[in-house]
């Protein structure tokens, strides 16, 4: 597992927009592995820069989001299919058709879940994902117990983690209970993994992921037993550790 370091949120976000758009130039037809959340928003906003400045072309690309909540559709400003749209996918020439996020508009979600799973197969698998990490060590939204042999399902979501995102709804309430998310093994079947940190609120995670046990009850540990990981955090995310 490979670290970089980099003193804040912002040059962090510098460094993956920077790492992703050199993929992106490389292999133009590449099949990206997107997150959401805070952490990754600041990258996508270096993106949407590069594009306006360099024209880096997204045309060729395909996408598909680790998750999405269960009961908004995707003009629900909460949703993660309208944070994708909104925070990246609107100001780059990328074909919309082309970007997946699970639908979440609780219409045959089962079918939902197969569906993604085997589009993602038919696309040939995931080149890159970008990942950001739960307090409790979650990846997607693949709480602590979930099964390393986990495939894209239907997920109840933990207490902490509706908490962690009540942030961007109005009350605690309106979070879902329920999310759809690619499974720990879908995700290790990506050829690359780019895992995000900033923050102190990260730190505990970060220590437990770098030194802690492969353990289901914590979800990230499993990126040790990936080939090909590296871990973008930020000196608050990663003080005291080596
Ligand atoms: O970047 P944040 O908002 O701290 O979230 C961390 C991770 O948790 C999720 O938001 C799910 O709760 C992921 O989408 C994200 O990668």
């Given at each position: 597992m490979k670290i970089i370091k980099v003193k804040d949120y912002e040059e962090l976000s510098k460094h993956a927009a920077s790492y992703l758009i050199e993929k992106v130039r490389k292999t133009p037809n590449m099949v990206l592995g997107l997150a959401t959340g805070g952490t990754s928003e600041g990258t996508y906003q270096n993106m949407i820069n590069d594009y306006k400045e360099n024209q880096t072309s997204y045309k060729g690309i395909t996408t598909f989001n680790l998750d999405e909540y269960i009961g908004l559709d995707g003009d629900n400003e909460n949703s993660y299919r309208f944070f994708m749209d909104t925070h990246l996918f609107n100001y780059l020439d990328i074909d919309k058709s082309k970007t997946h996020v699970p639908r979440g508009d609780g219409k045959d979600t089962l079918k939902e879940c197969d569906t993604y799973e085997l589009l993602i197969k038919e696309h040939g698998g995931i080149d890159l994902q970008l990942l950001g990490i739960g307090g409790n060590g979650h990846i997607g939204f693949n709480e602590p117990g979930s099964s390393f042999q986990s495939r894209t399902r239907i997920i109840e979501l933990a207490d902490s983690t509706r908490q962690a995102n009540a942030r961007f709804f109005e009350r605690l309430e309106d979070v879902p209970a329920l999310a759809i998310t690619m499974g720990i093994a879908t995700i290790m079947e990506s050829k690359e993994i780019v895992l995000l940190a900033s923050g102190e609120g990260k730190r505990e995670a970060i220590k437990r992921l770098l030194?802690?046990?492969?353990?289901e009850d914590f979800p990230a540990s499993i990126l040790n037993k990936h080939s090909h990981v590296t871990i973008i955090a930020d000196e608050a995310a990663l003080t005291g550790l080596n």
């Open positions: 030194h802690g046990e492969v353990s």
